[in-house]
Structures are given as C-alpha cells and as structure tokens.
C-alpha cells in the first residue's frame, strides 16, 4: 500500500547538479516528515537529510551541509533532493524513506518505509 518511488539519479561529473524525486502513496503524504538516506558500497545506509510534514524545517548531514538541499511539494505528495557540487564520496544508492506510525497493544512504534532507491554516480 505504501509507496515510494525515486527517480533522477544518474552519472554526474564532480562539480555537477542531480535533482532526485520520490513519488510518495499509500499514506496522507502532508502529514509525515520525509527523508532521504544513501548506502555506499561495503558502508552502512546513512541519514542525508529530513524535512518537516510542512516543509518548514530541514536538517542535512554535516557532509552534505551547503551543497543539497530538501525540499517537497505535498500537492504533488512528492519529495526532492537538489545535489549541487556534486563530489566523488557522494556517490550511492539514494533512498526515500517514511517513518510511519503502527500501534501495538498500548503502544505507538514506527515503521520505516523505503524506495527501491536511485544510483547516483559522481565520476569523472
């Protein structure tokens, strides 16, 4: 039922622009915060970056601090990442990721929710 689904990765020279999308059903899309993650080769999946349900705060990791930037467009239930000055340790599989709340007996737990992911490659 939930669906993520990432496009608009590709091979890009360092120095070069990517603008990921993930086209998010199944859930009321305006409610939630959304994230995106990437996985290098032999490296744990890492937190890239996360936006509010609003789009009214976002937080990225300090390796990618002033070069991308979140965004989303709830009317269209769909978020972005802008990847400018694209660098060689940039490259992975980026993922789109929901964390979505299930309720257990008395208690609420979340669910994470991943795409299939996009290969991003940064190479000259």
């Known amino acids: 039922q939930v669906q993520l689904v990432e496009s608009g990765g590709g091979l890009v020279q360092p120095g070069g622009s990517l603008r990921l999308s993930c086209a998010a059903s199944?859930?009321?899309?305006?409610?939630?915060?959304m994230n995106w993650y990437r996985q290098a080769p032999g490296k744990e999946r890492e937190l890239v970056a996360t936006?509010?349900?609003?789009?009214?705060?976002?937080n990225y990791a300090d390796s990618v601090k002033g070069r991308f930037t979140i965004s989303r467009d709830n009317a269209k239930n769909t978020v972005y990442l802008q990847m400018n000055s694209l660098k060689p340790e940039d490259t992975a599989v980026y993922y789109c990721n929901a964390k979505l709340p299930y309720y257990s007996y008395s208690s609420r737990y979340y669910a994470d929710y991943w795409g299939q992911g996009t290969q991003v490659t940064v190479s000259s």
């Open positions: 936006i509010t349900s609003a789009g009214a705060s976002t």
């Open positions: 199944g859930f009321t899309f305006s409610s939630y915060a």
